[in-house]
């Protein structure tokens, strides 16, 4: 079929590689010229293990191609809009990129078309987007169908998420709406995807529901993390506990410095919001955000509880990404920490193995460091931000050779506590029993 995909960001890039690779002839639109010409000449705008590859393949065998000009979009069958919805200062999902882009594109678009709603969004929108198309080609009325497909990639996992989805969801309100996506997706479904067809607000709170009830489980794990070290309970067994019951499941239940990424904190948001704009008050959503914020007070607090005063102290950040696998800082719970260590008057050096740079520019008072031993050299403490694997194998002699103090507060429960104590290190792990040498 051919698909033109508006908006190249992650979900964009990934939704236009994906398809192009399953048979498609894909056209990427952007009005970024600078990202497109980049595309052009194979460059990913950002990291995501396996999407170059992906790019260059569709590029060079034709089927993939980048432009500006929304003049692409004539004789497109499927027309994804992946623009971004970032939150507005009261939370709610600012929607104006996809008015824009829908008005943009209306007066190109020919025929029969599926307008897919691949970006999160409230309850409603897809109304809204199909009434702004409308509007603007009431010629088009019986020919444009407007479906809901929210995606549930992951990042740093995004590639091979799409390739072998959890599931595919789609809200449409005709059969037309429904058909096309069943060709659209015909490959993978065929190699056992699983399709889930529902009515199209249903789609779109779905994809809220999910990534909100992720963040409340993470939030329940965190402030059972507070109430362990309290009681001298470990967090991670007391997960591994509950996981085994299908009925809970271990996922999402790492206890560490929270969540953070460009999706959960913004949707949650939004989706309390949405409630709100309902006539429904949400209390629960808003306890998930308190809970999140807490983790990396409680961080914090150790990090005092170990240097006393932070002035003149040199603290490293290990992992500056919001998760591993990704150079995406966006709201990334080690940058909220550093923020409150610089803050506090201590020195913050980091190291990510992907994410350096994009720290910097996000946190121009963070020193970066380009390995992970020129981190330590002379910090007083280590905190582990986030759980890439070249810090499980970190060589713990030299760390404490380098290190001002032995100090390790593993925001992620990275390290085996009786392995690093035996090492000589003062270990504060989350939501595990404290040193006993240091109370
Ligand atoms: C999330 C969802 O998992 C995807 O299904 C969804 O498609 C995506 O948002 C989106 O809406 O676009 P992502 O933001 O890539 O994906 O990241 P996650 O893997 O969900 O992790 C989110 C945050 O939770 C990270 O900061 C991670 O470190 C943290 N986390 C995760 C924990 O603190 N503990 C856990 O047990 C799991």
Request: contains cysteine.
């Amino acid at each position: 079929m051919r698909v033109v995909v508006v908006g190249t960001g992650h979900v964009g890039l990934l939704t236009a590689a994906t398809l192009s690779a399953i048979g498609h002839d894909v056209v990427g639109m952007d009005e970024d010229e600078e990202k497109i010409e980049g595309l052009t000449k194979g460059i990913s705008p950002f990291f995501e293990p396996g999407l170059s590859e992906l790019i260059d393949k569709g590029t060079t065998a034709g089927t993939l191609r980048f432009d500006v000009a929304p003049e692409a979009v004539g004789g497109a069958e499927v027309l994804f809009i992946c623009v971004g919805t970032p939150a507005r200062v009261s939370g709610e999902a600012n929607l104006v990129a996809i008015e824009r882009s829908a008005r943009a594109i209306a007066r190109h678009l020919s025929g029969p078309i599926v307008v897919v709603e691949k970006s999160t969004v409230p309850a409603g929108t897809a109304q809204r987007l199909w009434r702004v198309l409308t509007l603007e080609r009431p010629d088009l009325a019986d020919e444009i169908e407007v479906v809901s497909n929210p995606e549930f990639l992951r990042e740093g996992q995004a590639v091979e998420d799409s390739f072998r989805p959890g599931r595919i969801l789609v809200g449409a309100r005709s059969e037309r709406g429904f058909d096309g996506m069943r060709r659209l997706y015909g490959p993978l479904i065929e190699s056992g995807a699983r399709l889930i067809e529902t009515d199209i607000a249903t789609a779109e709170l779905a994809k809220h529901a999910s990534n909100a009830f992720l963040a409340m489980k993470i939030s329940y794990a965190n402030a059972l993390a507070r109430l362990c070290e309290r009681a001298n309970a470990d967090v991670t067994a007391v997960a591994d506990v509950m996981g085994s019951d299908p009925r809970i499941g271990r996922a999402f239940l790492d206890a560490g410095l929270g969540w953070g990424g460009y999706c959960f904190p913004k949707d949650l948001q939004a989706f309390e919001r949405l409630a709100a704009r309902l006539g429904y008050d949400f209390p629960l959503l808003r306890e998930v955000e308190r809970i999140n914020d807490e983790a990396i007070v409680a961080a914090v607090e150790k990090v005092k509880d170990a240097l006393w005063n932070l002035e003149d102290k040199r603290i490293a950040l290990l992992g500056l990404s919001f998760k591993p696998g990704t150079d995406d800082v966006r709201l990334s719970p080690a940058l909220a920490l550093a923020r409150k260590l610089i803050d506090e008057g201590a020195e913050v050096v980091g190291y990510d193995p992907e994410a350096g740079a994009n720290a910097k520019s996000d946190l121009p008072e963070l020193v970066v460091a380009p390995g992970v031993y020129d981190a330590l050299e002379g910090a007083h403490c280590i905190v582990v931000c986030t759980e890439w694997d070249e810090f499980r194998s970190l060589d713990l002699d030299r760390a404490k050779e380098l290190l001002a103090h032995p100090i390790i507060v593993d925001g992620r429960n990275l390290f085996e506590p009786a392995e690093v104590r035996g090492r000589g290190f003062v270990y504060y792990g989350t939501g595990r029993a404290s040193d006993p040498g240091m109370h």
